[in-house]
């Protein structure tokens, strides 16, 4: 199922600092460094919908910021309501607060949220759209026995991705130690990067919701699995120093012991 939001837009020219006619080569300006997947609620990204793609349309003369999603079935009444406030907070204080950046024929333009309704839209155009990885909820909400019985399939993909993140990363970024260490014992990517290139073994460090205590169990459990303790991360550290920057003398030990 395909589910656009469109809200009406303004071009605004930043040389004169004032709403400008709509530019040739508007629509369908595509604007690939903001999909708003990484950001939907919970209650929204775990229905399956991905996507967020956004765009800039014009039809009959108006301009309009368009977002696109895509879910596995058709969403109920209530879920899209619940997409519609999502772009709605999204476009005023979200990622469009300050509009979106698009050049045309070398020149920059700015398109602008112009206020009014959210229209929601939802269509079958057919496209197949995979459930939500039932193996990296469980593991984020702490579920023991909802990750056993996923794990029992025999077909789960142990390090599929829920809004960009492995079930080992959310469970350790939600300080859920328990269904993290279940997911290395069963086989589960020690190295595997999230959207930010960092390891598990930096989120260990880096995760407030995990104790020092469980960070360094749960970081034991990834260097038996091979996970590589020197590997630098995206804040241009290694496990060791983030675990001494984020005060995790446990973790620290456990790091520093395979030097």
Do not use: N
Not at 176 to 186: H, K, S, Y
């Amino acid at each position: 199922m395909k589910i656009t939001c469109r809200v009406r837009g303004a071009v605004w020219d930043p040389e004169t600092d004032r709403e400008a006619p709509i530019p040739d080569g508007l629509d369908g300006s595509h604007f690939e460094d903001f999909a708003l997947e990484p950001y939907l609620d919970e209650e929204i990204a775990d229905l399956g919908v991905v996507g967020g793609e956004i765009r800039a349309v014009v039809r009959d003369g108006s301009a309009a910021i368009q977002i696109e999603f895509h879910a596995p079935e058709a969403l109920d009444d209530e879920a899209i309501e619940a997409l519609r406030e999502f772009a709605s907070d999204q476009m005023s204080d979200g990622i469009g607060e300050h509009g979106f950046d698009v050049v045309l024929d070398g020149r920059g333009w700015l398109l602008v949220p112009a206020g009014g309704p959210i229209e929601v839209e939802q269509v079958d155009d057919g496209r197949y759209v995979p459930p939500p990885s039932a193996v990296a909820i469980a593991a984020r909400d702490g579920d023991l026995d909802g990750l056993r019985l996923a794990l029992s399939d025999g077909g789960a993909d142990l390090d599929a991705t829920h809004q960009g993140y492995t079930g080992l990363h959310l469970a350790i970024i939600y300080g859920q130690p328990e269904t993290a260490l279940l997911l290395i014992d069963q086989g589960a990517d020690p190295g595997k990067l999230d959207p930010s290139g960092d390891a598990p073994l930096d989120s260990c460090a880096l995760s407030s919701s995990l104790d020092d205590e469980d960070s360094a169990r749960v970081a034991e459990a990834l260097l038996a699995a091979g996970a590589d303790p020197d590997r630098v991360g995206s804040t241009g550290g290694t496990p060791r120093i983030l675990a001494e920057l984020r005060g995790k003398p446990k973790l620290l030990e456990v790091l520093s012991s395979r030097r």
